[in-house]
């Protein structure tokens, strides 16, 4: 359940109470794909980064472990170790992106898998029946990702097409939830909002899927190839529709700067895989903005990566080190600097909320808008 907390113009506070904890918004979700970070980070580092939900794929777990592997584990809380809520991604956007064969049809679509090649079919009920084995706290309902940009007539097409498709969804996560021996049977139900960049067929798409009142909204199908200026276009035109008293999602969206101007917009929650994926090749966020850890000058440079940052890795580790494991072609360079990012995210969603509960948001956002998407 969301509550409105505190709005400042279309800047939102909340909180999102569930059956693994409550989660402070505006937050951020760590992407763990494969129910693990990537840069070697554990469910138990988690807590000390900060991190309120962690973020798994239905596709990739399907593909290996297994679901049912896992449900036989207990669900993905206990195979992973982290007690904190956990949202599932549905599929659609790894079947839509990955897969080079797939076909659409009504009932659902069928694919090929990008480890094997093997055909797999996946459906709203098989999305929903996957993630009730994962038994994570939120499933998202399988959508059609489009691609950017899409021609009028089929994105009008594919909107109808997820709105069935999300009817689907919620009666069989419903019939799921009401089994014995359901792993979660508290589990929730997400929407997704869909129509490339026409604003018209977003706004038709988000009125019709809110009317089936379900948990939380997301807005998909952004970050995919379109322009910033168009993302933040669909987002204004987008979210006066959105119900006010159910949490938002912008998927898949993004840098520091994106994050800030989402809220500003009056979005809830993220997800991006770029603090994890930039830190692996050797990119720091910081309140100056971002830093290439393999530049020559920092070989001798013995300040922290961000010197007004007290994450584990800046209060322990020069820059000069971290340049030195990237050098040396050192795993723990990898988690270091994954480590940094992503206290830095969650840490500005802290510093975000806080500015929110201040009423001092707009000065907020005015000061660090520019700044947070500066190369050093």
Not at 260 to 282: I, Q, T
């Amino acid at each position: 359940m969301y509550t409105l907390l505190k709005q400042e113009n279309q800047a939102r506070r909340g909180a999102f109470q569930t059956v693994h904890g409550t989660i402070q918004t505006p937050a951020f979700m760590n992407v763990a794909t494969a129910a693990a970070i990537k840069g070697g980070l554990s469910a138990y580092d988690l807590k000390e980064i900060k991190c309120q939900v962690m973020l798994s794929n239905t596709y990739h777990l399907h593909l290996r472990p297994g679901d049912e592997n896992i449900r036989k584990m207990g669900g993905i809380h206990k195979f992973t170790g982290w007690q904190g809520p956990v949202l599932t991604d549905s599929g659609g956007f790894q079947v839509f992106s990955l897969a080079k064969l797939r076909n659409i049809r009504e009932e659902g679509v069928t694919f090929a898998s990008h480890i094997d090649g093997h055909r797999i079919f996946m459906g709203p009920e098989e999305s929903m029946q996957i993630q009730s084995n994962l038994g994570s706290t939120i499933a998202m309902a399988f959508d059609e990702c489009m691609q950017n940009p899409a021609e009028y007539e089929y994105a009008r097409q594919s909107c109808a097409r997820t709105v069935r498709w999300l009817k689907r969804c919620k009666t069989e996560l419903a019939r799921l939830n009401a089994l014995e021996g359901t792993v979660n049977p508290q589990q929730m139900l997400f929407g997704i909002n869909q129509g490339s960049t026409y604003a018209d067929l977003r706004i038709e798409h988000m009125k019709a899927i809110a009317a089936l009142n379900l948990d939380g909204y997301a807005i998909g199908g952004l970050a995919v190839g379109e322009t910033i200026e168009e993302m933040y276009r669909i987002i204004e035109a987008v979210e006066p529709y959105m119900p006010k008293n159910k949490i938002r999602y912008l998927m898949g969206v993004g840098t520091p700067a994106n994050i800030l101007e989402a809220v500003h917009r009056g979005v809830d929650l993220f997800d991006c895989v770029m603090p994890s994926r930039n830190a692996r090749h050797g990119h720091a966020f910081t309140n100056e903005g971002c830093r290439n850890m393999l530049n020559a000058k920092y070989t001798l440079d013995d300040q922290p990566i961000d010197p007004t940052c007290d994450c584990p890795v800046c209060r322990r580790h020069s820059r000069a080190y971290i340049h030195h494991l990237f050098k040396a072609g050192e795993m723990l360079a990898m988690r270091l600097t994954v480590m940094h990012n992503l206290y830095f995210y969650n840490t500005l969603m802290e510093r975000i909320r806080a500015a929110l509960d201040n009423g001092t948001f707009e000065d907020f956002y005015r000061q660090y808008a520019q700044v947070l998407g500066t190369r050093i």
